[in-house]
């Protein structure tokens, strides 16, 4: 497996468009997670999804974050409008279900840096 | 909201000197994570301990689960220029429920030839 595949790697825009980060899982994993990473407040949990559906969005800051997961192979993260604070590098990881019913190690992927400008 | 303290947040150390950090949690957790992450790459996952005063060695890495599982420790004794990089615990509450893992914000080794 090619592990867990985010796009894009890069991505810079004007403040106020909308952004859009896309991942794919790996395969045979039920849950998925979305991270922010900033230096001033480390990784952040912003959602996570098992078997597709949303469990928890606790983390995700405001409305203007969205996420989807419209079948187990995909899903998106986006941002509208974007603002300047918003620039951060965005991880996705996914995870699978133990014998004993746990999520276990996160596999994350190369992440998307996003800067708003 | 369960919190993850890690301290400390930078360490310098001479190559070949030992290196620990340390994982509070606010929270009694199920299992504790240890991950890796390189300068300009992604978290990588390293061990999971889930058994209350539970000791696991990788080479020269030693991480202990404390016995009331809230804190743990990772400890690299004789550091090379190898282990470079930002080290990371992630905690699981217990109580069942909750699979998102709540990370500490990491120790940064910086190792000087």
């Known amino acids: 497996d090619a592990g867990v595949i985010q796009s894009p790697r890069h991505e810079v825009t004007e403040m106020g468009q909308e952004v859009t980060l896309r991942c794919k899982p790996i395969?045979?994993?039920?849950?998925l997670f979305w991270y922010r990473q900033t230096m001033m407040r480390g990784l952040e949990l912003l959602i996570y999804?098992?078997?597709?559906?949303?469990?928890?969005d606790s983390g995700m800051p405001e409305d203007r974050f969205s996420a989807k997961m419209p079948n187990a192979s995909f899903s998106t993260l986006k941002i509208q409008p974007s603002e300047p604070r918003d620039s951060a590098v965005y991880f996705c990881?996914?995870?699978?279900?133990?014998?004993?019913?746990?999520?276990?190690?996160?596999?994350f992927g190369q992440g998307t840096r996003l800067t708003v400008v | 909201g369960q919190q993850v303290m890690q301290i400390p947040q930078y360490q310098h150390v001479q190559e070949g000197e030992d290196f620990t950090t340390y994982c509070n949690s606010s929270?009694?957790?199920?299992?504790i994570q240890w991950y890796k992450q390189r300068p300009g790459g992604h978290p990588v996952f390293l061990i999971q301990?889930?058994?209350?005063?539970e000791v696991k060695k990788q080479k020269r890495l030693t991480f202990q689960f404390g016995e009331a599982k809230k804190n743990s420790s990772l400890h690299i004794t004789a550091t090379q220029t190898t282990d470079v990089g930002t080290y990371f615990c992630?905690?699981?509450?217990?109580?069942?429920?909750?699979?998102?893992?709540?990370f500490g914000k990491g120790t940064h080794l910086i190792i000087q030839p």
């Open positions: 990881a996914s995870s699978y279900r133990t014998y004993g019913g746990r999520a276990t190690e996160a596999f």
């Open positions: 395969s045979g994993h039920d849950y």
């Open positions: 999804f098992n078997n597709n559906v949303p469990i928890d």
């Open positions: 929270t009694t957790l199920s299992n």
């Open positions: 301990l889930v058994k209350s005063g």
């Open positions: 992630a905690g699981a509450a217990a109580g069942g429920g909750a699979d998102g893992l709540t």
